[in-house]
């Protein structure tokens, strides 16, 4: 299983900006689809961005043209750059590798089984 450490959650105000990042434990001999998903309070885990193996790179409906998510192939990381937040952003946010939930929303092609997340960083949005 690939280890997944989320850093750069804080508290921000209503129309400002944050980076998470995500580093992998290992990463130039990966064919995993990766990318993040959030949760809010009382509500379910969703995806809002991923990054296929070939590049692809696909955003939930509510986070397109305010995320941008990037994979670092040099230094093993995933960012997730998000502009213009409100505080329906309000979530914890994950890692994720190799979730099948990525091929289920048509964000990937494979599937290998793996599952990786790490614990969460914590992003909250006021108004």
């Known amino acids: 299983q690939v280890q997944l450490q989320e850093s750069g959650g804080g508290t921000v105000q209503a129309g400002g900006s944050l980076t998470l990042s995500c580093q992998a434990s290992?990463?130039?001999?990966?064919?995993?689809?990766i990318g993040w998903f959030r949760q809010a309070p009382g509500k379910e885990r969703e995806g809002v961005a991923g990054?296929?193996?070939?590049?692809?790179?696909y955003y939930a409906d509510s986070v397109k043209g305010r995320f941008t998510v990037s994979r670092h192939n040099a230094n093993s990381t995933v960012t997730l750059q998000m502009n213009n937040l409100k505080p329906e952003d309000t979530a914890m946010y994950y890692c994720?590798?190799?979730?099948?939930?990525?091929?289920?929303?048509?964000?990937?092609?494979?599937?290998?089984?793996?599952?990786?997340w790490g614990k969460g960083t914590l992003v909250k949005i006021s108004s």
């Open positions: 994720a590798a190799d979730e099948e939930r990525f091929v289920k929303m048509g964000w990937c092609d494979n599937y290998y089984g793996t599952d990786s």
């Open positions: 290992r990463f130039n001999d990966w064919h995993y689809c």
């Open positions: 990054v296929d193996v070939d590049g692809g790179i």
